[in-house]
């Protein structure tokens, strides 16, 4: 195969990968080239060598004695619920920057996740279970009132009287 030039490609992120392309000589007679590809021409294939070059590392440590240590202790259970947030939730960013404002977002995103698991148990219950929440949430509302901490709840009974 010769190298025939490289392709730059940007992708939705903003990352820039680099591929080398490189072009078969001779497909022509090649018994393969049915299995092969269907193109006319000799075969053109593009290797990022530096993608190759992080594969190939985190393959090492994956399997080195430390690497299978800490996969042993990896917990199972926030799979599922990474999973759903990245692909069914479309969450694959954060939204802002500095530490103490992911920290913040992420606090936001685990807040709706468990409202929205919530509401499935609770949907499945039935309808009693809604009406309590409703309650349970007017109380988890907190606001800073004269210089206190007190819950939604309070204030209106305090607006009340």
Do not use: W
Request: glycine share 8%; charged share 30%; net charge positive.
């Amino acid at each position: 195969m010769n190298r025939i030039g490289t392709k730059r490609d940007k992708t939705a992120s903003g990352y820039i990968t680099e591929s080398v392309r490189y072009k078969a000589q001779r497909c022509g007679g090649c018994p393969l080239r049915g299995s092969c590809f269907k193109a006319q021409g000799n075969r053109i294939i593009e290797v990022n060598h530096r993608l190759n070059q992080y594969k190939r590392q985190v393959r090492e440590r994956l399997l080195s004695e430390e690497g299978v240590r800490h996969r042993g202790r990896r917990c199972i259970e926030p799979e599922a619920v990474f999973g759903q947030m990245k692909y069914n939730m479309a969450y694959r960013r954060f939204r802002h920057v500095g530490e103490d404002k992911v920290t913040m977002d992420f606090a936001f995103f685990a807040i709706a996740f468990n409202i929205k698991k919530m509401c499935a148990k609770m949907r499945k219950a039935g309808e009693r279970l809604i009406t309590l929440a409703k309650y349970i949430f007017m109380g988890l509302f907190i606001t800073r009132y004269n210089g206190n901490i007190a819950t939604c709840y309070q204030m209106n009974e305090k607006k009340a009287a």
